[in-house]
């Protein structure tokens, strides 16, 4: 159903095309001169827009004009009467989309409508598409890396995935930053129904709660400032497809009530919008947090909780499965070779036994960028040693911290600095943990705690 405003100061004509439109099933506006109809147009932002060309107070071609200073991708209909084709002919110069000569049967009128409407849902349809290819370029060099991997525990996934991804069933993966969650959710697309629809992602803790709501359910013109024109949100773009809501842990209080109730009746309103507009989206969420314990301490949503976590997913981190370095190792090997322009193929075993032996607090993701790092270095076909970055390798110099390569979240890399000044102060105290918690000004417990979380072992000598 469309919204049609009719602005014609001649009360039967303007009622007989009211009439018209409504038998179509549309909704019809009517003014009775165009300066109220200019008014109408503010207040309604119709999809289409009929009028007359003469009128009195202001007339058609006015009216028109200032239509276009509002919205210049308005649809305007100008009705003219017979002889007056070249004025019809100026208002489509000035952003007119169609014009209808009096006197016109009914049928035409029908016609003229149905095609403006239209042009509108092509318009509606390319603004989708090119936020879609919008979608598609963010998406494109973010540093995600393949579900690779021969362990127990991976195959355990890989065949979650496959049993999980024929349903429509909502999911929630779990896992640390890096681990390959939004490549789950893609399997889980990709083998899903919904294959041919789109996979539309959006990190829920990269954006304010303001701009959050904006981009999860779109917005229309003049919602707030800056809202020059109506906006499609992911949800919309999702329509037929998969939604997946990253860091979903971190969404504020009142985008969690309204994303409870897309889960509950799967629809959605725009930001400043009044119309209920209904979608068929499968949601597929992920955090790096434990959502239990969000809601005891009263920061999530019960009810929204049990609505993700009807189908969880559990992602291991890389140091509990390290049997997988290997194949990995050899897939980024592969993958990185363009981008490098090295044909570096091999690891030697020193190497090796270092990735093996670092405890990988960025998980794959990391894995990745340091062997970007070290394929850049070396200067034959294999990675030795001296290739490593120094965080792998614990050789750096003693006045120095090795910043973690790639895009990483701030915890991350603080988590690697804290690891390395950890691991400094732990050999400069022969592993003497009172004297490593001395140095580092920390209580012994702390320390304890840190040594487990780290994997930090006994140094050598």
């Given at each position: 159903?469309a919204?049609i405003?009719?602005?014609?100061d001649?009360?039967?004509?303007?009622?007989?095309?009211?009439?018209?439109?409504?038998r179509m099933?549309h909704d019809a506006?009517?003014?009775?001169?165009g300066?109220?109809?200019?008014e109408?147009?503010?207040?309604?932002e119709?999809?289409l827009v009929?009028?007359?060309l003469?009128?009195?107070?202001?007339?058609g071609?006015?009216m028109l004009d200032?239509?276009?200073?509002?919205?210049?991708?308005?649809?305007?209909?100008?009705?003219t009467?017979?002889?007056?084709?070249?004025k019809?002919?100026?208002?489509?110069?000035k952003?007119?989309?169609?014009?209808?000569?009096?006197?016109?049967?009914p049928?035409?009128?029908r016609?003229?409508?149905?095609?403006?409407?239209?042009r509108?849902d092509?318009r509606?349809r390319?603004?989708r598409?090119?936020?879609e290819n919008?979608?598609?370029?963010?998406d494109?060099?973010?540093?995600?890396?393949?579900?690779?991997?021969?362990?127990d525990?991976m195959?355990?996934?890989?065949?979650?995935?496959?049993?999980?991804?024929?349903?429509?069933?909502?999911?929630?993966?779990?896992?640390?930053?890096?681990t390959?969650?939004?490549?789950v959710?893609?399997?889980?697309?990709?083998?899903?129904?919904?294959?041919?629809?789109?996979?539309?992602?959006?990190n829920?803790s990269?954006?304010?709660?303001?701009?959050?709501?904006?981009?999860?359910f779109?917005?229309?013109?003049g919602?707030?400032?800056g809202?020059?024109?109506?906006?499609?949100?992911r949800?919309e773009?999702?329509?037929?497809?998969?939604?997946f809501?990253?860091?979903?842990g971190?969404?504020?209080?009142?985008?969690?009530?309204?994303?409870?109730?897309?889960?509950?009746?799967?629809?959605?309103?725009?930001?400043?919008g009044?119309n209920?507009?209904?979608?068929?989206v499968?949601?597929?969420?992920?955090?790096?947090?434990?959502?239990?314990e969000?809601v005891?301490?009263?920061?999530?949503?019960?009810?929204?909780?049990?609505r993700?976590?009807?189908?969880?997913?559990?992602?291991?981190?890389?140091?509990?499965?390290?049997?997988?370095?290997?194949?990995?190792?050899?897939?980024?090997?592969?993958?990185?070779?363009?981008?490098?322009?090295?044909?570096?193929?091999a690891?030697?075993?020193?190497?090796?036994?270092?990735?093996?032996?670092y405890r990988?607090?960025?998980?794959?993701?990391?894995?990745?960028?340091?062997?970007?790092?070290?394929?850049?270095?070396?200067?034959g076909?294999?990675?030795?040693?001296?290739d490593?970055?120094p965080?792998?390798?614990?050789?750096?110099?003693?006045?120095?911290?090795?910043?973690?390569?790639?895009d990483?979240p701030?915890?991350?890399?603080l988590?690697d600095?804290?690891?390395q000044?950890?691991v400094?102060?732990y050999?400069?105290?022969?592993?003497?943990?009172t004297?490593?918690a001395?140095?580092?000004?920390?209580?012994?417990?702390?320390?304890?705690?840190?040594?487990?979380?780290?994997?930090?072992?006994?140094?050598?000598?």
């Amino acid at each position: 159903m469309a919204k049609i405003l009719v602005v014609e100061d001649n009360d039967t004509l303007r009622e007989g095309i009211v009439q018209v439109i409504k038998r179509m099933g549309h909704d019809a506006i009517d003014a009775e001169d165009g300066k109220v109809g200019l008014e109408r147009f503010k207040e309604d932002e119709p999809d289409l827009v009929i009028s007359d060309l003469k009128m009195d107070k202001m007339d058609g071609m006015e009216m028109l004009d200032r239509i276009m200073g509002v919205n210049p991708d308005a649809l305007v209909m100008i009705v003219t009467a017979f002889g007056s084709i070249e004025k019809a002919v100026d208002a489509m110069q000035k952003g007119a989309f169609d014009f209808l000569p009096k006197p016109f049967p009914p049928d035409l009128l029908r016609s003229k409508i149905t095609r403006a409407l239209e042009r509108r849902d092509d318009r509606k349809r390319a603004d989708r598409l090119a936020r879609e290819n919008e979608m598609l370029r963010e998406d494109q060099g973010d540093g995600n890396t393949d579900l690779v991997g021969g362990s127990d525990i991976m195959e355990d996934v890989l065949n979650k995935i496959l049993k999980i991804a024929p349903s429509d069933s909502t999911v929630h993966i779990y896992g640390e930053s890096g681990t390959g969650k939004e490549l789950v959710a893609r399997a889980i697309h990709e083998n899903s129904p919904r294959k041919n629809g789109p996979f539309i992602k959006v990190n829920c803790s990269a954006l304010a709660e303001s701009l959050l709501e904006s981009e999860l359910f779109g917005h229309e013109k003049g919602a707030f400032t800056g809202a020059h024109k109506q906006k499609l949100g992911r949800f919309e773009l999702a329509d037929g497809g998969t939604i997946f809501l990253d860091e979903i842990g971190d969404i504020a209080p009142s985008i969690q009530l309204k994303l409870l109730r897309v889960l509950q009746e799967r629809q959605i309103e725009r930001v400043g919008g009044e119309n209920t507009i209904h979608i068929d989206v499968r949601v597929v969420t992920a955090t790096n947090k434990d959502l239990k314990e969000e809601v005891s301490e009263g920061r999530f949503r019960e009810d929204l909780f049990y609505r993700l976590h009807i189908i969880p997913i559990e992602l291991p981190s890389l140091r509990e499965r390290l049997d997988d370095v290997d194949p990995l190792v050899d897939h980024f090997l592969t993958k990185l070779r363009g981008r490098t322009n090295k044909k570096v193929g091999a690891v030697s075993p020193q190497a090796m036994h270092a990735l093996k032996a670092y405890r990988w607090p960025g998980n794959v993701r990391e894995l990745e960028n340091v062997i970007e790092h070290a394929m850049v270095f070396a200067e034959g076909n294999t990675i030795e040693i001296d290739d490593l970055p120094p965080i792998i390798t614990g050789k750096s110099d003693e006045d120095t911290l090795a910043i973690p390569g790639g895009d990483r979240p701030l915890p991350d890399i603080l988590e690697d600095l804290e690891r390395q000044l950890i691991v400094r102060a732990y050999r400069k105290a022969k592993g003497v943990k009172t004297e490593t918690a001395r140095i580092l000004g920390i209580k012994p417990s702390a320390l304890y705690y840190k040594l487990e979380k780290y994997g930090i072992v006994e140094p050598e000598g």
